[in-house]
């Protein structure tokens, strides 16, 4: 008898524990990266100002998820997805080596390059391949495979979360370390299980495929570069942008990452060879890549002025012990773990009687959770213009909604991608949507860099804005659901 894991098919175990350990490395390094990036040199931190530290994280994360978009077509068309994931993996764990090495800055963003280039490989093609498990159920069951995924995502963040900011309060580099050593154990796992989990799924594509995908070179050879330089340029030139300091990359990269993004959707949609039916479903995916860049720019506030304020204006003392404020973004990955399996389930439930909500209106509740959420933070911030500091309550308030409203999004939107996706475009539009939480976190890490700890009366307007801006978009989501859903066809 085939093995399964817990009930699904066995390869799911191996994408679980790799991907588990992987965001072991990132999300602990994520708890402490702006905390020491804005540490004094004294102290042994980088000693930047807030603003570009808040920028410089910004670049980081978008830079992981931009380039999964390569990433994606690089295993589509040369490597397969197997290899990428490999590859990739073995990046990030040079990446975190070298941020454990106590040599500068130059050295510290070297580490982030390796480690952003290695998730560009690793993150969209190990969620292809979850998807590739399933062949042709594009039903619940899938769904309920992806939420299983996202608690190894989630598993993997907590502990990260605790163990890296706790090991970085006595030396922020062995923080950095243990992150390296987290991505090693994922490597271990997924080369002894591979074989045995996938068979022929994810290797590298048949030659003929490989051939055809070339005729595409050109544009990503030409075409994309083309246009980054020329937007570069102009933005320069018309003194939009200052690129020669990192605030103004930082600002800059918003117009690139929507620029490739609108560059490679007409691409596909005018140049794809798609007919109706799936010319529609990639116009569902923008309209999903839209939704996703709004949820990810006010939930990824949690590693930017939420873990600030965590540090300057949150009560952290329990029993005389001081809590690293990175530990506190592990509320959002316990939340997870206890309701990802509930609302996978719940999913299966609903679809066996005909009542499983269609993914816009999943979306668009997503967006709203995700408002109602920061209204905990304009509480606690106006307790924080008062002189007092705020009760760790507020935020985990915050993160209890931002964990059910991303529950409704991100694992429903990897699952849609592979759903949606024309067949020769799968790894290039789940690359897509991980461009989407590039947006996202770029916004996140430019908003981040407002959030000025000696004017206290800014904070429960900067907060605000992430209450009006992402329920606004849920509201439209579920006013538009019915034509959206004509345009899914039979996917849910």
Do not use: C
């Not at 808040?54 to 999964?68: C, I, M």
């Not at 290695?118 to 769904?143: E, H, M, Q």
């Not at 949150?314 to 005389?320: D, K, M, P, Q, Y």
């Not at 009006?468 to 039979?490: D, H, N, Q, T």
């Amino acid at each position: 008898m085939n093995k399964t894991f817990f009930g699904h098919p066995f390869g799911l175990s191996t994408l679980f524990f790799t991907e588990m350990w992987e965001r072991f490395s990132f999300y602990g390094m994520r708890a402490i990266l702006i905390l020491f990036m804005t540490t004094d040199k004294v102290q042994e931190g980088l000693g930047l100002d807030t603003e570009t530290a808040g920028a410089a994280y910004g670049l980081y994360t978008a830079s992981v998820y931009l380039l999964s978009l390569p990433g994606g077509w690089v295993a589509d068309n040369i490597i397969g997805q197997r290899k990428a994931i490999w590859y990739g993996g073995i990046l990030i764990m040079i990446g975190h080596a070298i941020l454990a090495i106590p040599a500068g800055t130059t050295v510290f963003f070297l580490g982030l390059a390796f480690v952003a280039l290695g998730t560009g490989f690793l993150k969209p093609n190990i969620s292809s391949i979850v998807g590739s498990l399933y062949g042709d159920d594009k039903g619940a069951r899938r769904d309920a495979g992806f939420s299983i995924f996202y608690m190894a995502i989630n598993l993997g963040s907590f502990f990260g979360q605790i163990f890296v900011p706790i090991l970085a309060s006595y030396n922020w580099h062995m923080g950095f370390g243990l992150a390296a050593v987290g991505m090693f154990f994922g490597l271990v796992y997924f080369r002894k299980t591979e074989n045995e989990s996938f068979g022929e799924i994810g290797l590298p594509p048949k030659k003929e495929k490989s051939d055809s995908a070339k005729s595409v070179n050109p544009i990503f050879k030409y075409g994309i570069p083309a246009l980054l330089i020329a937007t570069l340029v102009g933005l320069q030139t018309t003194g939009t942008v200052n690129l020669t300091s990192i605030i103004g990359v930082a600002e800059a990269m918003k117009y690139v990452i929507v620029l490739i993004a609108l560059f490679y959707f007409a691409y596909v949609l005018l140049a794809g060879g798609l007919e109706g039916p799936d010319i529609k479903k990639v116009l569902v995916i923008v309209l999903l890549f839209i939704g996703g860049a709004t949820f990810w720019s006010g939930f990824e506030q949690a590693g930017s002025a939420l873990n600030l304020f965590a540090r300057d204006f949150t009560e952290r003392n329990i029993l005389g012990w001081l809590m690293p404020a990175g530990v506190l973004q592990s509320a959002n990955s316990f939340f997870i773990i206890i309701f990802a399996p509930i609302v996978g389930a719940m999913w299966v439930w609903l679809a066996k009687r005909n009542l499983n909500p269609r993914t816009p209106v999943k979306f668009g509740l997503g967006l709203i959770l995700l408002g109602i959420g920061f209204l905990f933070m304009v509480s606690a911030a106006q307790i924080a213009t008062s002189g007092m500091k705020a009760g760790m309550f507020m935020l985990i308030l915050t993160y209890f909604f931002h964990s059910i409203g991303e529950l409704f999004v991100s694992p429903v939107g990897l699952s849609n991608m592979t759903k949606l996706s024309p067949p020769q475009y799968t790894g290039q539009m789940m690359g897509l949507w991980f461009v989407a939480t590039a947006l996202g976190n770029l916004i996140a890490g430019t908003f981040g860099g407002h959030f000025d700890p000696s004017n206290v009366q800014q904070m429960p307007e900067l907060f605000m804005t992430f209450v009006k801006l992402p329920v606004g978009v849920g509201l439209i989501f579920l006013a538009f659901s019915p034509i959206v859903r004509r345009w899914m066809g039979e996917i849910h």
